[in-house]
């Protein structure tokens, strides 16, 4: 009986699964349909075997569990006749893999069938081999493998060619044993043996360095010989392919030429005509014609060129910019990035078409052509680039604001030619898309400007323009108060006005009411709020007119919810109500920001304070040495700028309150009271000396301590306890009230930490080709958690692209990776990655942090791999 003429139970069981309605009835079919299988197995049923088996593979398709028909496969393929051998391999392949361990009892099966007379089964045979092959199986029929390369039939040369790239792949070192067939598999005229010879030759010389050289010396000629046949032959109907002859073929010969003309200048010098020819005859509007271009380019600029050819390729990548399809675009892109590593120079000539590209309605398209427009910037040309990317940020998408914002504040920092420049700039980008950039980029700004005296009117009156158009950019608002905060005499005056300003009229009472718009502005957060605060209290010294309504603001916050707020409010209405004399010292301008000391910070460096000449802090027992906390946190310094705001040469206190707090030298003998700057400080400390000439060198033997221990202005707690003072120095006012921290120390013990404490910068791993540095920080109140700034830097002169970042961590610990700011990674240190980890450590105090990486990237079109444990963290996160 015909098993394939009568059998009709296989199109049954098809059906009733498809009649079923619920996934409970299809299990009880399928189930139902098992049963008899395994019943007809038992009974050894020899005539419906092969139907069985064509069962369960289509219940294998369904993901239901089949082992136990794989014995069937095996007794199908050791029938004698050809119809159950193509069902027995059909289930070999699609019910078993390479690491079963019954597929060891096929080998002899396998090499009886390779040598058949039947030319068809030798092919399921191959078919068999070269999709399940092991290592084991590959090296017992390899030679049987070789031998069908130069089998008469082109069909069975043609699929041992495929079963020997499978071998090769599975045991590199049976490469040189298929090296002189696979050279003679490029002569061949049928396309079908031909291509699978190419792709044959393209895997040898993947694997084995010899077979590349040997391919090198022996084939170029050949396979520019054969590009050029197909590329100049007529029309053939069996190889069209949208009016290109055989694309495929034209894909597969132009890989392997790139990689036997990669790093040979005499191979590339054999090449180089033919490029050149298929890059400008084929056609480019069908998919099949840019397929071959894209191969070509890629070609060119793999190989050893001069450069010409490399300038036709990349105009090849520009008119791919200019496609109406989003793939071929997108391509075109990708190409362009590692071209301009090449010859950015012929890059830069399609920069027009890039930049439309940024504007595009494809959001892959968009994210590709804005990190191509980063590649492109430099000195010459950072103006009108930076002028084009703030206009596609006033257009953009809320999900792209981020990206092209930290993109456009990258580029500015990096290339700005002058400063009014670069505050112009900034100054439009938080306009746009203030709630997008990062603290350090709005700090950097007002170094920048804190430092450019000559524009400090021009500034404020661009940030009070911007600020009185819109208060919902976050960023904007905060630099806004802090120049209003500093330089508010100028915006009321029109200090510094520049040619191209318009003039403006501004009050001293509308500078006062942008400053309580932002205090009062519900949306905007405490550190704004709190800024808007200081300045606020900055402008009562310099709006002499508006002190009252300055006070009753402050006075209004002094009920606030926000123990911060409440905290400077109390403080700032104490100094305005009992403490006139030390206003207008504590409220002048803030030094100038050290421009170089800000640098050094981001790049992990910490400048050190000088402690030479620093008198010790002799405190009494009991009394705890303060610990390193802000001194700079009443003025709105941020933790992390603690370091920066310390003089490096002086006495920072000094140049704080412009008062002389030194000892003074007297001759020897003589008596001499102390300065006034003295009882200044101690005023504003509360604290009564009616013996003042006998303690005053205790008062100033403590100062100096302060300043080498960084402590805060106000944390003071134990000096009513020092034994120098008497009993009786003590202000009554200091058992007042619980909040005012300038008259009352002793009572209420301070938080060192509101800001979190710094920890040192650490190289996490470094290589000969990459560095990897850790910054951290921690939020105040969960000492648990610790946020971590990876920053990536190439060393190697090659740009990494898909660079990827993983990490794995103890199960006592909990991690959190946020997206990388980019997947390529410059070259040379020519840039960087950065990427935010969070991770959470639930021992803390009894365990250390330690973490293990892998970093992957792909360079010069190789996979790279590197990887590395952790184990430097600070102790104490």
Known sequence: MNPFSSGTRLRDMIRAIRACKTAAEERAVVRKECAAIRAAINENDQDYRHRNLAKLMFIHMLGYPTHFGQMECLKLIASAGFPEKRIGYLGLMLLLDERQ??????????????????????????????????????????????????????????????????????????????????????????????????????????????????????????????????????????????????????????????????????????????????????????????????????????????????????NILGRFLSNRDNNIRYVGLNMLMKAIVVDAKAVQRHRATILECVKDSDASIQKRALELVYLLVNESNVKPLTKELIEFLEVSDQEFKGDITAKICSLVEKFSP?????????????????????????????????????????????????????????????????????????????????DIEEPITVTEFDAVDAVEVAIKHHRLDLTTKAMALISLFKLSSRFPACLERIKDIIVQNKRSLVLELQQRSIEFNCILQKHQNIRS??????????????????????????????????????????????????????????????????????????????????????????????NVLLDLLSIGLPALAESSSSALDILPSIQDNEAPLANLNGLASISSLPANATSPASSGGMMDLLDAFGPIPQNH?????????????????????????????????????????????????????????????????????????????????????KVTNTQHGKKSLVMRIRIAYKTNDKDELEEGQINNFPHDL
């Open 101 to 314: 361990e019954v597929l060891m009892l096929v080998t002899n099966s396998l090499k009886q069938d390779l040598n058949h007379s039947n030319q068809y089964i030798v092919g399921l045979a191959l078919c068999a081999l070269g999709n399940i092959s092991s290592a084991e199986m590959a090296r017992d029929l390899a030679p049987d493998v070789e031998r069908l390369l130069q089998f008469r039939d082109p069909n069975i040369r043609k699929k041992a060619a495929l079963c020997s790239i499978r071998i090769i792949k599975k045991v590199p070192d049976l490469a040189e044993n298929f090296m002189y067939p696979a050279s003679s598999l490029l002569k061949e005229k049928h396309h079908g043996v031909l291509i699978t010879g190419v792709q044959l030759c393209t895997d040898l010389c993947k694997v084995s360095s010899e077979a590349l050289e040997y391919f090198r010396e022996n084939c170029i000629e050949g396979l520019v010989r054969t590009l050029r046949e197909i590329a100049n032959s007529p029309y053939s109907p069996e190889y069209d392919v949208a009016g290109i002859t055989d694309p495929f073929l034209h894909v597969r010969l132009l890989k392997l030429l790139r990689l036997l003309g990669e790093g040979d200048v005499d191979a590339s010098d054999c090449m180089t005509d033919i490029l050149a020819q298929v890059a400008s005859r084929t056609e480019s509007n069908k998919n099949a014609g840019n397929a071959i271009l894209y191969e070509c380019v890629e070609t060119i600029m793999s190989i050893e060129d001069n450069g010409g050819l490399r300038v036709l390729a990349i």
């Open 418 to 498: 002058e400063k009014m420049w670069y505050i112009d700039q900034m100054l439009k980008v938080l306009t746009e898309a203030g709630n997008f950039v990062k603290d350090e980029v709005w700090h950097a700004l007002i170094v920048v400007i804190s430092n450019a005296s000559e524009l400090h009117g021009y500034t404020v009156r661009a940030l009070y323009r911007a600020f009185q158009a819109s208060t919902e950019q976050e960023s904007l608002v905060r630099v806004a108060v802090w120049c209003i905060g500093e330089y508010g005499d100028m915006l009321v005056n029109n200090v510094g006005m520049l």
């Open 585 to 678: 010292a504590l409220v002048e301008r803030m030094p100038v920001l050290d421009e170089s000391t800000l640098s050094g910070r981001k790049g992990g460096s910490l400048p050190t304070v000088p402690t030479s000449g620093i008198t010790p802090c002799n405190l009494p027992n009991g009394v705890a040495e303060p610990a390193a906390a802000p001194i700079g946190d009443l003025l709105d310094l941020s933790s992390d700028d603690v370091h920066a705001s310390i003089s490096s040469g002086g006495d920072f206190l000094q140049d704080l309150l412009s008062i002389d707090l030194s000892p003074a030298s007297a001759p020897s003998g003589t008596s001499q009271p102390p300065k006034a700057g003295t």
């Open 753 to 837: 930490e509101e800001n979190g404490p710094a920890y040192p910068s650490i190289v996490a791993y470094e290589s000969s080709s990459l560095r990897i540095t850790f910054d951290f920080s921690k939020q105040p109140g969960s000492p648990q958690t610790t946020f971590i700034q990876a920053t990536f830097t190439n060393l190697s002169p090659n740009v990494y692209n898909e660079f990827l970042f993983q990490a794995a961590v103890p199960k006592f610990l909990q991690l959190h990776l946020d997206p990388a700011s980019s997947n390529i990674l410059p070259a040379s240190g020519n840039g960087s990655i950065t990427q935010s980890l």
